[in-house]
């Protein structure tokens, strides 16, 4: 018999006589080893319901703000007339003056003022609003 089959069927007290003296006064005993494995995972499972009403209440109430709307009003003005050099947009009161250029040909060439695009903004205030409101309502349900 080889020694690792002598010492795995050796006794406690027969551990004690092969040991050195130093060791045989310290107690002898048998060491387990354990194993332990952990295994994760997630599982879906219903575990109750909610049930959601939302009710929406429409009332007439002042609020303090004030709405600006501007809307653009756009007339292309036929013009035609022959000039000497181009200029910039001009601003005649509310309304934007943009021009429009074209090179013709004539028995020489020349810059004609084609048309003039009016560009007319209005600005329009509003003082009170209508505001909505909404509630919600929850009910809980378990299940099982």
Known sequence: MDDTNASTNMRDDEYASVLPPAVTKAVV?????????????????????????????????????????????????PVYRFVDATFEPRQEGDTLIVP?????????LRLMLKEEIHVKSTVTSQESVHQRRCSASMWLSNVG
Do not use: M, W
Not at 39 to 66: D, N, Y
Not at 100 to 108: A, C, G, L, N
């Open 29 to 77: 005993g048998r060491l387990s080893a354990t194993e332990e494995r952990l295994a994760v995972r997630i599982e879906e499972r219903e575990a109750g319901s909610v049930r959601v009403r939302t009710v929406t209440h429409k009332e007439l109430k002042e609020v303090p703000v004030v709405l600006q709307s501007t809307s653009i009003h756009v007339d292309r003005v």
């Open 100 to 108: 429009v250029f074209e090179y013709v040909p004539v028995t020489e």
